[in-house]
């Protein structure tokens, strides 16, 4: 059981650049997270999806975008990569529930230039 | 707006000497208020749940303690493996289950 992954771990994007990060979990679980970790911030939500086909706006969604067309997968999008966006980048799930707890993934070390 | 603040920053202690973490919380409804442990290099590891005020939970040598406005991490007798950064985040009744994460408290236990 993997749980979830996230692919890349790691990418070194040139400002302007566009990419995508993948978050894949196969626990069925209808929530989906995606949190930045920056130093003496803690994790901050991006994006989040409470379902397939539906995304929203978290605390700083500006310069990125989601979607969820399957279930299992939560991707990531950067269209024109800045150097704000260097960050450690964090994908959870979560089952429906009561306080259920959120599985995270390994993480993906971005860094823009 | 939902608030997460730990303190301290950064502990150092040395192996079998008892200490406590600190997480300050504002939420409008509280539903949950979780404890995670984080790796160097890797992702978040869930250690316990806490709904209401005067709840306790404990896990070998970690024990989670809540109270209205803050919640505890005791570590007892701590061992080198112990060393992490551990992060404090509430769920707030009104949210899509989303966390709101404090800045962590990063451990070091010394043998």
């Known amino acids: 059981n993997a749980g979830v992954t996230q692919t890349p771990k790691f990418r070194v994007l040139k400002t302007g650049q566009s990419m995508t990060l993948l978050c894949a979990q196969d626990?069925?679980?209808?929530?989906m997270y995606w949190y930045r970790q920056d130093p003496g911030m803690g994790l901050r939500l991006i994006h989040y999806?409470?379902?397939?086909?539906?995304?929203a706006k978290g605390e700083v969604p500006d310069g990125y975008n989601v979607s969820r067309l399957k279930k299992q997968n939560f991707l990531l999008g950067l269209e024109s990569a800045a150097p704000s966006q260097t960050s450690v980048y964090f994908c959870?799930?979560?089952?429906?529930?009561?306080?259920?707890?959120?599985?995270f993934g390994q993480g993906t070390r971005l860094t823009v230039v | 707006e939902d608030q997460v603040t730990q303190s301290p920053e950064a502990l150092r202690l040395q192996e079998g000497e008892s200490s406590s973490l600190n997480c300050s919380y504002t939420?409008?409804?509280?539903?949950?208020l979780f404890w995670y442990r984080q790796d160097p290099g890797k992702g978040p590891e869930f250690l316990f749940t806490?709904?209401?005020a005067g709840e306790e939970k404990e896990k070998e040598r970690l024990k989670a303690t809540l109270t209205k406005k803050e919640s505890f991490l005791h570590i007892t007798a701590p061992k080198p493996e112990d060393s992490a950064t551990y992060l404090c985040?509430?769920?707030?009744?009104?949210?899509?289950?989303?966390?709101?994460f404090g800045s962590g408290t990063q451990l070091t236990v010394l043998p």
């Open positions: 959870a799930s979560t089952k429906p529930g009561h306080s259920i707890e959120a599985f």
């Open positions: 626990m069925n679980h209808e929530y």
């Open positions: 999806s409470v379902g397939e086909g539906t995304t």
């Open positions: 939420v409008s409804g509280l539903r949950g």
């Open positions: 806490l709904y209401s």
């Open positions: 985040a509430v769920q707030s009744s009104g949210s899509a289950r989303q966390l709101t």
